[in-house]
C-alpha cells in the first residue's frame, strides 16, 4: 500500500510539474475561475455570502480555508489536491480489501494511482478531484460496516460522507435512499467475513477445482448476510440519518437566511435538466445564452429569462421549477425523441472519451509525457471491460454486493437524466475500479490454474463491453477542436495574442467548419495586424453560420484596411441587418460613402 501511494504521489507531482505553464493552468477559465474567486472571498472573510447556493458549495469553501492558511498561489491548490488524490488511493486500497480481499485492494490502489482522467482532475481547479476523494472514503466505511462490531459509529460517519458528497457532487443525492436501504438490511450484523477471506487468501480461485467449493463460498457469504432485529435496524437508520442532518442542515439554515428558502444543497437542477433534455440538447452542455458558458452568466441568465418570460419576480426555487417545467413541457410533445436522446446520454455516459468541460484532457496531454503515456493504455474504454469480468467474476456474491452495482447503475442514470461530461461521470471512476481489479486477480488465477475453459465466460463479457465502450459515438475532432479554442481564448483575454493564435490554428485544424474557430483565429490574426491572413477565417466563419453576430462587422473592417472597400461596404451593411443598434457597423457605411463621394 505505501508503494502505490508513493506512485500515486509522484505521478501526481509529476504531471502537475509538467503542466504548470499550460495557459489554462495560468489564467484560470469557466467553472476553475469562478471556483477560485468563490475561494478568494470566502479566505477574506465572506463566509456566508448573499445568495442561496447555485454551485455545490463544499469544494470553494475548502479552498478558501487552504488559501487563508496556506496563500493565494494556484500551486498550492494543485499540491493539495495531489495530495489527497493519493489519499484516495490510500481509502481505495482499504475499502477494496475490506470488500474483496487484500490482493484486490492493492491491485485497485495502484489501478486509480495511474489513471490518466484521475490525475489530470487532480491537476487542475475543480471538484471532480474532492468527489474522488469522498466516494473512496465512502467505500472504506461501507467496508468498515460490513465487520464493525458498533454498527452505530460507522452510520453516522457513512450519513457524514454522503452528506459531504452531495455538497460536491449535487447528483450524489440519489446515492442516500440507497445507502439508507442497504444499512437496514445489514443490520447492524458482522458480514462478509469468510468470502473475503477466501478472496485475499492464494486468490479468487482457491475453491474453483470443485463444484462444492464455490456452494461452500456462495454459502458463507449468504449466512453472513443477516438484517438484525429492529432495533438494530432503526439504530442504524438514526445514526445514518444523523450524519446527513450534521452535514446538510447547516446548509438549509444558511440558504434560508440569506435566500429565504429552504435548500439542503443548491437550486440548479431545473435549469440543468432543460439543458440536458430541451427540445434542441444533444446530451452535452449548452449554455442557456449562446456566448456565457460561465459560472459568472449561468444563474443570471436562468433567472432573467425565467422572470422575462413570466413578467414577474421569481425566487430560487421558482427559478429551478420553471426550468424543470420547461423541459417536462418539451418531453411530453416528443417522448420518442426524449427517449433517443437518454439512449444515446447512457451511450456517451459509457464510453470511453472523456467529454471535457472549459478544460480539456487533450490540452494537458500535449504538455505532459506522463498523462500521454499512461492514457495510452488505462483509460476509460479499458477500465469498463475489466470491471465487467470482475463482476462475472463475484456474481456469487452478488447479495453482498449488490449496493456497489446500485450505486454505479444509479449514478449512470442521473448523469444521463441531466447532460454529459467527463467530470460528471467520474464518480463512477472509483466505484467500477474494484472490480476492474477483481477481474484482473480472476483472469490471473484462473490463467495460472491453467483452468481456461473458465476464461470464456468473464473474457466474451469483456469483449462485448470493450466494443460498446470503444465504439465512436462522438464527434471527437470537434470536441477537441473545443478544447484548444478555450485555451485560445483564456490567451487571449491576457493579450497573449500570438500564443492564442497558435491554439486557434490547432482548433481550425481539428474542425475546419467550425463558425467560432475560424471567427477566433480571424479575430486573433486582425489583432496581430494581419488582416489578410484573417479574412478568409472571416469568410468560412460566415460560410458555417452566416448569421453568427459581429462576423460581417469584423469581416468589413479587415476588408477595408486592405483596401477591398465595395466588399466591406457589403458586410457593413450585413452588419446593421443584424443588429440594427450596431452604431460602429453605420459608422463605417457613412465613412465609406462618404470617402466615394
Known amino acids: 500500500m505505501l508503494a502505490v501511494v508513493a506512485v500515486a504521489v509522484t505521478v501526481r507531482l509529476s504531471f502537475e510539474i509538467e503542466t504548470h505553464d499550460v495557459p489554462t493552468v495560468r489564467h484560470l477559465v469557466g467553472d476553475a475561475a469562478g471556483y477560485y474567486q468563490w475561494a478568494t472571498k470566502i479566505a477574506s472573510g ?19 480555508l487552504w488559501l487563508r492558511h496556506a496563500g493565494w498561489e494556484i500551486g498550492g491548490i494543485r499540491l493539495l489536491q495531489a495530495l489527497w488524490g493519493a489519499l484516495g488511493v490510500w481509502c481505495l486500497c482499504c475499502g477494496t480489501a475490506r470488500i474483496l480481499g487484500w490482493r484486490t485492494g492493492i491491485v485497485a490502489g495502484a489501478m486509480l494511482a495511474v489513471y490518466a482522467p484521475a490525475v489530470f482532475f487532480d491537476g487542475i481547479v475543480q471538484k471532480t478531484s474532492l468527489g474522488c476523494l469522498l466516494v473512496c472514503v465512502l467505500l472504506v466505511v461501507m467496508g468498515w460496516a460490513e465487520h464493525a462490531k458498533r454498527g452505530y459509529v460507522a452510520a453516522v460517519v457513512m450519513g457524514a460522507v454522503a452528506g459531504l458528497l452531495v455538497l460536491t457532487r449535487e447528483n450524489a443525492i440519489v446515492w442516500l435512499p440507497l445507502v439508507g436501504i442497504w444499512l437496514l438490511m445489514r443490520g447492524g450484523k458482522v458480514t462478509g467475513t ?5 478472496f485475499s487468501g492464494k486468490g479468487v ?56 428558502e429552504w435548500s439542503l444543497s443548491t437550486f440548479q437542477a431545473g435549469p440543468n435538466f432543460y439543458i440536458g433534455n430541451h427540445r434542441g440538447a444533444d446530451g452535452r452542455y449548452q449554455p442557456l445564452v449562446r456566448g456565457h458558458e460561465t459560472p459568472a452568466f449561468e444563474r443570471q441568465d436562468a433567472t432573467v429569462l425565467a422572470e422575462r418570460d413570466l413578467g414577474r419576480t421569481l425566487s430560487p426555487r421558482e427559478v429551478s421549477r420553471y426550468w424543470m417545467g420547461r423541459a417536462m413541457g418539451d418531453i411530453r410533445d416528443n417522448p420518442l425523441r426524449w427517449l433517443g436522446l437518454t439512449i444515446r446520454k447512457m451511450l456517451m455516459v459509457w464510453n470511453r472519451y472523456e467529454v471535457s468541460d472549459a478544460e480539456s484532457l487533450e490540452v494537458y496531454r500535449d504538455d505532459s509525457v506522463t498523462l500521454r503515456v499512461l492514457g495510452s493504455v488505462w483509460h476509460f474504454g479499458i477500465l469498463c471491460p475489466l470491471a465487467a469480468v470482475g463482476v462475472v467474476a463475484t456474481r456469487s456474491q452478488w447479495r453482498r454486493l449488490w449496493i456497489y452495482y446500485a450505486l454505479i447503475v444509479s449514478m449512470a442514470l442521473a448523469v444521463a437524466l441531466f447532460y454529459v461530461m467527463a467530470r460528471y461521470r467520474f464518480p463512477l471512476v472509483p466505484l467500477l475500479i474494484p472490480f476492474a481489479a477483481a477481474g484482473c486477480v480472476e483472469l490471473w488465477d484462473r490463467m495460472r490454474i491453467r483452468a481456461f475453459q473458465r476464461l470464456l465466460g468473464p473474457v466474451t463479457v469483456g469483449l462485448v463491453v470493450a466494443a460498446v465502450v470503444n465504439w465512436p459515438v462522438h464527434d471527437e475532432k470537434r470536441l477537441n477542436a ?80 486592405v483596401g477591398r472597400l465595395d466588399e466591406a461596404l457589403v458586410h457593413y451593411q450585413r452588419a446593421v441587418e443584424l443588429d440594427p443598434s450596431d452604431n460602429d457597423a453605420r459608422a463605417g457605411i457613412g465613412r465609406l460613402r462618404a470617402d466615394r463621394r
Not at 454459502?219 to 444523523?242: E, M, N, Q, W
Not at 490554428?505 to 489578410?532: I, M, T
Not at 459581429?550 to 473592417?557: E, Q, S
Open 46 to 64: 465572506e463566509w456566508l455570502g448573499d445568495e442561496s447556493f447555485y454551485q455545490a458549495p463544499l469544494y470553494p469553501y475548502v479552498l478558501g
Open 194 to 198: 469468510v468470502s473475503s477471506r477466501r
Open 205 to 260: 480461485l482457491r475453491t474453483l477445482h470443485g463444484r462444492h467449493g464455490d456452494r461452500r463460498l456462495h454459502r458463507a457469504s449468504d449466512s453472513s448476510t443477516g438484517s438484525g432485529t429492529g432495533r438494530k435496524r432503526l439504530v442504524l437508520i438514526g445514526g445514518y440519518t444523523l450524519g446527513l442532518a450534521v452535514v446538510l442542515t447547516p446548509v438549509g439554515i444558511r440558504n434560508k437566511v440569506v435566500g429565504g
Open 482 to 561: 473545443m478544447a484548444w479554442m478555450n485555451v485560445g481564448v483564456a490567451l487571449a483575454q491576457q493579450g497573449e495574442v500570438e500564443d492564442a493564435t497558435h491554439y486557434f490554428r490547432k482548433a481550425v485544424n481539428d474542425h475546419p467548419e467550425s463558425a467560432e474557430a475560424n471567427n477566433n483565429l480571424a479575430q486573433a490574426l486582425a489583432l496581430g495586424g494581419d488582416y489578410a491572413g484573417a479574412i478568409p477565417h472571416y469568410q468560412a466563419a460566415l460560410a458555417a453560420e452566416p448569421t453568427l453576430m459581429g462576423v460581417d462587422y469584423n469581416l468589413a473592417v479587415a476588408l477595408e484596411r
